[in-house]
């Protein structure tokens, strides 16, 4: 994955007829504005229990151009960008403690969970350009290719079980690698030790990814997100420039199989999958130098 950046640059670069007179190429940096766009989950009662604000992150990385006039021309770019967005789940739950036996002990209640998501991307636009004076509009497709994948926060669970016993509220911290979390339930070392209903449960102090949810190596983004681009950009002198640019996503950005609900369980206790359509949504604000 290390070469995989070069590699897409010259490939990028062989798209292109090179002269003196038509090509050029430079860089561009600036800030994210990211946020993931999609449907709620809905309460019993119709109210929305999620949702997403926008967290900030960075781009980075080289634009080759090809003007075939001084007005009109394409641009590929090869990017490093940080996406995702502060998520938030506040309302009616339920969750599944273990005892000492391996043993499900049932609850319903209230969640709230507070979670950052970090996704960074390879990502490659490839843009129509049209240049009028020192202003420039650009418009075309996006690849983005999932490179690594974190999220950090903190849960907090209060409620009762199936015999009406009450659970005080108890907070576990989450540091997830969608990556490289596997399922664990058992192995925990850090552990809050409470007995409920007569039987003595673990209550991990930390959490990873898939704990009491997917077993495997299941993970829940994709690794290809297709989305449109748009953008503005002033030029400043004839090589430096600021603009602004917006890029959303057409493609489903998590795995229906790795997505179930935070609401409630099946009449089997089984978990519910989501089938919904996620999307990115990312505001980039950029400083560029074109050679």
């Keep these: 994955m290390n070469r995989l950046p070069i590699v897409l640059f010259f490939a990028i670069l062989g798209f292109f007829p090179l002269t003196a007179q038509e090509f050029s190429a430079g860089f561009r940096a600036g800030i994210n504005f ?3 766009s999609g449907p709620s989950e809905m309460s019993s009662t119709g109210s929305e229990l999620e949702d997403y604000k926008f967290s900030n992150g960075f781009h980075v990385g080289a634009t080759v151009n090809y003007f075939f006039n001084d007005y009109f021309g394409l641009r590929a770019e090869l990017l490093y960008s940080q ?4 998520y938030n789940y506040n309302g009616e739950s339920f969750w599944i403690l273990y005892t000492e036996d391996d043993n499900p002990l049932y609850l319903t209640g209230s969640r709230n969970t507070s979670l950052s998501i970090t996704n960074s991307y390879i990502d490659i636009p490839l843009m129509a350009v049209g240049r009028y004076g020192r202003v420039e509009l650009s418009g075309g497709l996006n690849l983005g290719i999932l490179v690594s994948s974190r999220g950090s926060g ?3 669970f209060s409620g009762q079980t199936a015999s009406g016993t009450s659970v005080d509220p108890f907070t576990i911290a989450l540091e997830f690698n969608y990556f490289d979390d596997t399922f664990r339930r058992t192995d925990i070392n850090e552990v809050d030790i409470r007995d409920i209903d007569g039987q003595t449960v673990e209550i991990p102090r930390t959490l990873g990814a898939n704990f009491q949810e997917l ?4 993970k829940l983004f994709n690794t290809l997100d297709l989305g449109l681009i748009g953008g503005l950009a002033f030029f400043l002198n004839q090589g430096l420039y600021v603009g602004m640019r917006v890029n959303y996503g057409l493609s489903d950005l998590t795995k229906t199989e790795s997505d ?3 609401r409630t369980l099946d009449e089997d206790n089984n978990l519910i999958f989501r089938d919904d ?3 990115n949504l990312t505001l980039q604000a950029s ?3 074109s050679f």
């Design 34 to 36: 990211a946020s993931i």
């Design 83 to 86: 996406k995702g967005g502060d």
């Design 154 to 156: 903190e849960l907090v």
């Design 215 to 218: 077993e495997g190596d299941q």
């Design 260 to 262: 179930p609900s935070r």
């Design 277 to 279: 359509k996620d999307r």
């Design 287 to 289: 400083v560029g130098f």
